[in-house]
């Protein structure tokens, strides 16, 4: 006959229920870990050198570093700002021609990656380029130093080229803030007499004020991650300055602890990303949702509306664009377009790989701690997408790190027990640029399946067990059917963003691997943007489709909005 449980005999997995540990909760703690490893070695690897070059760094490059890299955050911050909340206020509130075009054609130049801009302006701007020689037979000057152009390969240059595609996150946030507004604040507003430019300042901006910070947030990390765009102008940030001391001086820990220092701007802005938004909260003063009123502007104010949201689409996507066309068709060769095709191909097969792996670890972690409810679970969720918010050049070396250790310690165990080595199984395989695809994009598909699964109702679940159907067949019968669009929408995400991932995959690819993103900037390093122009348009076009479909998304997510309006 089976014991009952009592006091004295508790139930033989007691300790399952008070702590809450299954199989589930001690998946999502393993997943947290491994997310979390190539971040801890990097710290760790800093705090203990082997070959302690800190001091030189210091003394030498570090300030440079620091102040160089605080530039060019402030400057696309400043930059990005201005245009992103500019523009969303405009497409969002005041009709003037165009207006519907703009709504989701601002977006595009989000598929642009910065590199490929640098790359095409450079060719189009520099002293031998058709801009300037252009001016000089124009005017018939012969040297540069009969006239005055400003240098694109510098601070500026940078700065401008990362504000032209990195809008859009401020952009899209902004647009979703001003089209959750109450139409009733904008009622009071004007029967104070406040027009649209009084309205926006003192209303709308403050009330997207939480969205906003969360837009320039996501700027300023794209920014700390760029190493394309610095590379090729020459401009020496933390990202630059980690590959510096890594490859040239051969130096890894040197490059462990500036990309430690690098990690403290992160925390920096995560805490000044917390900072702004605690305690605001802003609720809709009416529960029914109407379409948003309509500043109509003419003549001048219309002309003005339409430049200001037709040039950043210009200059940011379809100037750039054409060009690339152009080079494309003028120096298109069918060998190399052989070996664009052999790249595009690993680049697709590792965005995919990575995407899968990526969508189905998110969906067990959502899952789990959906059915746990458990503050121990959410937190190991958050640790485990933080490496969305570290730049790419910095979770390599913690990756290569890791991976690193594991290796030496196979072949050590296999060398004493077996007299084999086993050699590098991880390191410099893709395996390795698998791991940090995953580590550095899991946030996407994590919070993309966590959207998707908060919108099934808790009932649901308890139906479907009630009738006798487990937590996995739950999951797998009820659930994934549900959330199927957001489960392809997530594997979207991350295939667009590993398709454009730079630093990370030059420090981790295999030996004689090439992906569309290296292709690009080895050949446009070497000055031929030109055979590297169909390869570049590829990278484009591939993220061309998400961007659009996310802006329309955007645009149908008020009640009350029409197509007409």
């Known amino acids: 006959m089976s014991q009952q449980p009592t006091a004295t005999h508790p139930p033989r997995y007691w300790w399952r229920a008070k702590y809450g540990v299954d199989w589930w909760a001690c998946g999502i703690l393993l997943i947290a870990l491994v997310a979390a490893s190539p971040i801890l070695a990097v710290i760790y690897l800093a705090l203990t050198p082997t070959d302690n070059i800190w001091p030189h760094l210091v003394s030498t490059v570090l300030g440079g570093y620091v102040a ?136 709308a901006l403050p009330l997207a004020r939480p969205a906003i910070i969360i837009g320039l947030y996501l700027v300023l990390m794209e920014t700390l991650n760029d190493y394309g765009t610095v590379d090729f102008f020459a401009v020496n940030t933390f990202s630059l300055g980690i590959f510096d001391v890594w490859m040239n001086m051969n130096n890894i820990s040197g490059a462990a602890q500036l990309a430690t220092v690098m990690l403290i701007f992160v925390g920096g802005l995560i ?152 050699g590098l199984i991880f390191s410099g395989t893709i395996a390795a640029v698998t791991f940090g695809y995953l580590v550095r994009f899991l946030a996407l598909a994590l919070g993309t399946v966590e959207a998707s699964l908060s919108k099934i109702t808790p009932n649901m679940d308890g139906a479907s067990r009630s009738l006798g159907r487990g937590a996995f067949n739950t999951m797998r019968l009820v659930h994934l059917p549900l959330i199927r669009s957001g489960v392809l929408t997530a594997v979207l995400l991350v295939f667009v963003d590993c398709m454009k991932e730079l630093p990370m995959t030059i420090i981790l690819r295999p030996f004689n691997f090439q992906t569309l993103a290296t292709f690009v900037h080895q050949y446009a390093s070497d000055e031929q943007l030109g055979e590297a122009a169909l390869a570049a348009l590829s990278i484009v076009g591939v993220g061309v489709l998400p961007v659009i479909l996310l802006s329309l998304t955007i645009a149908k997510s008020r009640p009350g909005q029409t197509s007409a309006q």
């Open 68 to 203: 160089t890299t605080l530039g060019l955050m402030v400057g696309v911050g400043l930059g990005t700002l201005i245009i992103g909340v500019g523009t969303a206020w405009l497409v969002t509130m005041c009709r003037f021609p165009g207006r519907r075009l703009f709504e989701w054609g601002m977006v595009l130049p989000l598929a642009m990656p910065s590199y490929i801009i640098a790359y095409v302006y450079t060719d189009l701007l520099e002293f031998s380029g058709p801009l300037q020689g252009a001016m000089r037979d124009i005017f018939g000057w012969s040297s540069k130093r009969d006239y005055w152009f400003p240098e694109v390969r510098s601070l500026g240059g940078a700065i401008a080229m990362m504000t032209l595609v990195l809008y859009p996150y401020v952009y899209l946030l902004s647009r979703a803030a001003f089209l959750e507004q109450s139409v009733g604040v904008f009622e009071a507003s004007r029967t104070l007499g406040r027009g649209p430019w009084l309205s926006f300042i003192s209303v």
């Open 271 to 422: 805490l000044a990303e917390r900072h702004a938004r605690r305690k605001r909260r802003f609720h809709n003063t009416s529960s029914k949702m109407q379409a948003l009123p309509g500043f109509p502007l003419v003549g001048g104010r219309a002309l003005l509306a339409t430049m200001a949201c037709l040039l950043p689409i210009l200059l940011g996507f379809i100037l750039p664009t054409i060009i690339l066309v152009d080079y494309s068709h003028t120096f298109y060769d069918p060998a190399l377009s052989r070996e664009i095709l052999n790249n595009a191909w690993n680049s697709v097969r590792l965005s995919v790989l990575a995407g899968a792996i990526a969508v189905a670890i998110c969906i067990f972690m959502a899952y789990g701690e959906r059915i746990r409810n458990s503050p121990l679970l959410a937190g190991a969720n958050r640790i485990a997408a933080m490496g969305y918010a570290v730049p790419g050049a910095v979770l390599a070396v913690g990756v290569l790190v890791v991976l690193g250790g594991l290796d030496n310690s196979i072949d050590s165990a296999m060398r004493r027990h077996f007299g084999l080595s086993t």
